[in-house]
């Protein structure tokens, strides 16, 4: 693991891992009392997908109010990403909350 960072709002750990294959991967917050990482294989079948990121970068921020995780390059750039992990728990939460036009933007 290279960064992470917890968002309370969306409910998990973000993390970016290091090695072949960079990736910033997720973790629902009520199963970090069991994580291991180097142990963890996503069994259950309930590892959420990661998303490929360029290698060398460094997460800086989940941002509370929308499913957008910002990621520093090692360039020094930033890019805003939308993982789908986060953009369905935002919609998920949007339609149990009668939001439906907020929901399908």
């Given at each position: 693991v290279s960064s992470a960072a917890v968002?309370?709002?969306?409910?998990?750990?973000?993390y970016v891992t290091s090695g072949s294959r960079q990736e910033v991967q997720?973790?629902?917050l009520a199963r970090v009392h069991a994580?291991?990482?180097?142990w963890d294989d996503g069994a259950e079948g309930q590892a959420?997908?990661?998303?490929?990121v360029e290698r060398g970068s460094e997460?800086?921020?989940?941002?509370?109010?929308?499913?957008?995780v910002v990621l520093q390059h090692p360039?020094?750039?930033?890019?805003?990403a939308d993982p789908k992990y986060?953009?369905?728990?935002?919609?998920?939460?949007?339609?149990?909350?009668r939001r439906y036009a907020e929901a399908l933007r």
């Open positions: 968002s309370a709002a969306h409910g998990c750990l973000a997720f973790l629902p994580w291991d990482p180097l959420p997908p990661p998303r490929s997460l800086v921020a989940v941002l509370p109010g929308r499913p957008t360039r020094g750039n930033l890019e805003g986060l953009v369905v728990a935002d919609a998920c939460r949007l339609l149990e909350e």
